[in-house]
């Protein structure tokens, strides 16, 4: 297994979840790692990504104030604080690694973690 994603749980409307990516042992090298999400009868969607090298981060609309993506070089981990969660945040979250710079284009993937935001 190259990414190992967890974090996931059910949370209220308003409240908050981290969820955590990692790459334990990896033998790839890293320019980028990234989360997605997918709701049911929905595409899966781009949430947040960050550069391994600096740190600079992107975010989709959707998140963008709400939640932060950060990462820790040393543990080869990406986390995804989520705070001032919505119902429509409700999707299997999937974390991703780019090993060189392709645009859209991720190499290695995580199992999904369930985030259910119920009212």
């Known amino acids: 297994v190259q990414l190992q994603a967890s974090g996931g749980g059910l949370v209220q409307a308003g409240g908050s979840l981290r969820l955590s990516c990692t790459a334990p042992?990896?033998?790839?090298?890293?320019?980028?790692m990234g989360w997605f999400r997918q709701a049911p009868g929905k595409e899966r969607e781009f949430v947040a990504g960050?550069?391994?090298?600096?740190?600079?981060?992107l975010y989709s609309d959707s998140v963008r104030g709400r939640f932060t993506i950060s990462k820790d070089n040393a543990k080869n981990t990406v986390y995804l604080q989520m705070n001032s969660l919505k119902r429509e945040d409700t999707a299997v979250y999937y974390c991703?690694?780019?090993?060189?710079?392709?645009?859209?284009?991720?190499?290695?993937w995580g199992q999904g973690t369930q985030v259910t935001v119920s009212s």
């Open positions: 042992g990896r033998t790839f090298a890293i320019y980028a």
């Open positions: 991703a690694a780019q090993s060189a710079m392709r645009v859209g284009v991720y190499d290695y």
């Open positions: 960050i550069r391994w090298s600096d740190g600079d981060a």
